[in-house]
């Protein structure tokens, strides 16, 4: 059985009070289409009074540290993003993986605190071109998804989604054949790491995602919704791609 949809705005650094309205009028379009299951990951700024504006929607964050609590400045426990009324966050975002040098292993203890404070996580895997290019995609991908898997991984909290690094911002999509290569070998992978429950754990695909390309994308094989960063700003932009989901 297909799983249900899910998609997932990620506002990277983007967004100040008054773009709550936007997250306002996107909680309203999810409510009419509540078939797929959506949510936003504002900045962390935003997600006690995004989670208090929209009770029934969901609201992720977009990082936490993998430590309780203690000498880390600047960083946000699992315990506090969920305090502050997020029910998920992403993990190892590509941006994060090269900017702040996030490692695998340190991927999988987030992602394990993240479980025991009760939230959910997504986690993201991706190649760069160049990697692509050396035909490395699909060893990089679930190398990173076996470095980064969690103990104890369950459908019912994990996500994962296939970004390819060279897609996010740039408008440029796979053809939907490796799409499909991709997702097929995550699902594998899956198996291999979790056995029986891979198949109910909802593969995402991300990179210049829009209201044009969504229902192809959405339509292929193991595509279990969609992780979108510059098309889920504002309800214009992104209610044509929660649409496609419910449609699909
Ligand atoms: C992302 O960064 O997660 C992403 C998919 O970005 P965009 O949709 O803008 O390519």
């Not at 009070?17 to 509540?34: H, P, T, Y």
């Not at 891979?198 to 992780?227: F, H, K, Q, T, W």
Request: net charge negative; glycine share 12%.
């Amino acid at each position: 059985m297909a799983n249900r949809k899910y998609i997932v705005g990620n506002w990277k650094m983007n967004g100040m009070r008054e773009q709550l309205s936007d997250i306002k009028e996107i909680a309203e379009i999810a409510g009419q289409n509540n078939q797929v299951d959506v949510a936003i990951c504002p900045p962390a700024t935003l997600i006690a009074q995004a989670a208090d504006n929209n009770p029934d929607f969901m609201i992720g964050a977009q990082d936490c540290h993998f430590a309780a609590k203690g000498a880390h400045t600047g960083c946000l426990s699992a315990d506090m993003i969920r305090e502050a009324g997020a029910i998920m966050t992403i993990l190892g975002h590509s941006e994060r993986r090269a900017d702040q040098h996030e490692t695998d292993a340190e991927i999988k203890a987030k992602a394990e605190a993240v479980h025991a404070a009760g939230l959910g996580a997504i986690i993201c895997v991706g190649e760069t071109e160049e990697e692509r290019d050396a035909g490395q995609a699909v060893d990089i991908v679930c190398g990173q998804l076996e470095g980064s898997f969690p103990d104890k991984a369950e459908a019912a909290w994990l996500t994962i989604a296939y970004e390819p690094v060279w897609a996010i911002g740039t408008g440029r999509v796979p053809e939907a054949s490796d799409v499909e290569e991709m997702h097929a070998a995550i699902r594998n992978k899956l198996g291999k790491l979790m056995g029986d429950g891979a198949d109910a754990v909802r593969i995402l695909y991300g990179g210049s995602m829009n209201g044009g390309n969504a229902s192809e994308l959405l339509a292929v094989p193991n595509v279990d919704g969609g992780l979108v960063g510059g098309a889920s700003l504002t309800a214009e932009k992104f209610g044509p791609i929660i649409e496609a989901a419910a449609a699909a």
